[in-house]
Each structure stands twice: as C-alpha cells, then as structure tokens.
Nanobody, 125 residues
Framework: VQLQASGGGLVQIGGSLRLSCAASGPIDSDYTLAWFRQAPGKEREFVSAIRLGGSRILYADSVKGRFTITRDIAQRTVHLQMNSLKPEDTAVYYC???????????????????WGQGTQVTVSS
C-alpha cells in the first residue's frame, strides 16, 4: 500500500484546511488510518485516527472539536478537516496505515506500517 497525502498549505489563524490521504492499493474496513504531525525540533505526535469500518475514531486533545476525520472506502481516501487553525498546528502532517488488528497503542507511530510523504501546514498571523 502506498499513501499520498495532500491538501496542506499556508492559512491564517482561524482558517481551515482539508487534508486528504489516498491509498494506492485496496483497503479494508478493519484497517486503521491515522494522522500524525511533526513540527521542527519536536517529536512526531498523534493527531487523529479512524478505523476504516468507522467503529472507532480518536482525536488528540489538542485538536478535539476543531478537526474531523472522515473516510471514503470506495475512494480509498481519508480526509482530515481542520478548522479554527492555530499557530501551534503548524507542522508537517503525515498519514499512516496499519492493516488489520493494531499491535500497539493507536496513538503510537510504531503501530503503523505504511506512511505517506507528508504535507506542510503553516498557520500564520
């Protein structure tokens, strides 16, 4: 499976962006796809995850109420709608995928086998 992240850009404080992560190969409802982000000088951090069957959705506390993750299995795509953006949301955003049952914590990058190339999100004043 190859993942292609897109939709990043430069936006003002309070603005919105919609990130997309498209999978090149077939995906299944028991796969989990997550978004992580990494700011300069910081570790990669969990943002949101969705089990593609829709039975589980999780958000980091820092984005809860502002970000929404959705999936379109037919299109093999997961979206991350980001509203009310803040400067601290500035980072490179990565999507990641794991097939089948998670081996570890859904919030840990180590739990995922496939990664997209990242898309830059910059929130400025």
């Amino acid at each position: 499976v190859q993942l292609q992240a897109s939709g990043g850009g430069l936006v003002q404080i309070g603005g919105s962006l919609r990130l997309s992560c498209a999978a090149s190969g077939p995906i299944d409802s028991d796969y989990t796809l997550a978004w992580f982000r990494q700011a300069p000088g910081k570790e990669r951090e969990f943002v949101s995850a969705i089990r593609l069957g829709g039975s589980r959705i999780l958000y980091a506390d820092s984005v809860k109420g502002r970000f929404t993750i959705t999936r379109d299995i037919a299109q093999r795509t997961v979206h991350l709608q980001m509203n009310s953006l803040k400067p601290e949301d500035t980072a490179v955003y990565y999507c990641a995928l794991v097939e089948g049952r998670l081996r570890g914590d859904i919030r840990s990058p180590d739990s995922y086998d496939y990664w997209g190339q990242g898309t830059q999100v910059t929130v400025s004043s």
